[in-house]
């Protein structure tokens, strides 16, 4: 019963900011790598931002030098920091992460529920 919990989405002008959270809630041992995914009405899912447990981080080359990923290890939290929205930011915003559960050490992939993040011109 392990599960992602996603917040901070909602509607803001172009050149705004938004904070996303992701929290992992449940039975594990330890979760890896963390990311962000992103979908736009009628387009594919794509990737992000992804951070290691030891804190390295990649991004897709749309939101480098404007999008900011982190996590809190003591929290089991993921964080990405969005500043200077455009309207093609547009898109409902999934957390995902990889959870290894307790006793079994089995991986488990994780997704959030989806928080919606509009940016209006």
């Known amino acids: 019963q392990v599960q992602l919990v996603e917040s901070g989405g909602g509607l803001v002008q172009a050149g705004g900011s938004l904070r996303l959270s992701c929290a992992a809630s449940?039975?594990?041992?330890?979760?890896?790598?963390m990311g962000w995914y992103r979908q736009a009405p009628g387009k594919q899912r794509e990737l992000v931002a992804t951070?290691?447990?030891?804190?390295?981080?990649n991004y897709v080359d749309s939101v480098k030098g404007r999008f900011t990923i982190s996590r809190d290890n003591a929290k089991n939290t993921v964080y990405l920091q969005m500043n200077s929205l455009k309207p093609e930011d547009t898109a409902v915003y999934y957390c995902?992460?990889?959870?290894?559960?307790?006793?079994?050490?089995?991986?488990?992939?994780?997704w959030g529920q989806g928080t919606l993040v509009t940016v209006s011109s």
């Open positions: 995902n992460a990889a959870a290894i559960l307790r006793v079994t050490y089995m991986f488990l992939e994780l």
């Open positions: 449940g039975s594990f041992f330890s979760i890896n790598t």
């Open positions: 951070i290691t447990h030891s804190g390295n981080t």
